[in-house]
């Protein structure tokens, strides 16, 4: 949900196509200038030297808020989108639900979507 892969009003379409089976992933890449493969940040996304994109510099939590300002899906489910849904698709079933026996992985972030803490299987980091 970065908006240079795919459209906003495509994600839009996805959504009310698919539901639940929709999920939110980051490409998970870094800068990297080595010999046999160069890879540029160049703001929101990343580049082949010569101008060809070759991912996204998106963050889960951008992608939530790109969700929730750009294409309306409501912050609780742009959050499934992001936890509970990738969470069923790997078979993991104690990780996306705040709920007793599930691993306590949780972000606390403010109306802007920043960041204010993480905790990781219940210790905050």
């Known amino acids: 949900a970065d908006g ?3 459209d906003y009003s495509m994600v839009s379409i996805a959504k009310k196509l698919l539901n639940d089976r929709l999920f939110l992933i980051s ?12 890879h540029i940040r160049k703001e929101d996304r990343f580049m ?3 101008g ?10 951008k992608a939530v808020e790109n969700c929730v300002r750009n294409v309306s899906i409501p ?7 992001a ?13 996306g639900r705040i709920e007793t026996g599930c691993r306590a992985d949780l ?3 403010d109306e802007e979507f920043r960041i204010h ?3 990781l299987n219940g210790s905050v980091i």
């Not at 490409?27 to 160069?38: F, K, L």
């Not at 912050?75 to 989108?81: D, I, K, V, Y």
């Not at 936890?83 to 993991?92: D, E, K, Q, T």
Request: charged share 20%.
């Open 4 to 6: 240079i892969h795919v």
């Open 107 to 109: 972000v606390v972030f």
């Open 27 to 38: 490409d998970a890449v870094e800068e990297n200038h080595g010999e046999a493969y160069m």
């Open 75 to 81: 912050l609780e489910e742009a959050l499934r989108m």
């Open 48 to 50: 082949l030297p010569d």
């Open 83 to 95: 936890s509970l849904y990738p969470a069923r698709v790997m078979g993991i079933s104690d990780r």
């Open 52 to 61: 060809t994109l070759s991912g996204s510099a998106l963050t889960m939590m």
């Open 117 to 119: 803490k993480v905790s």
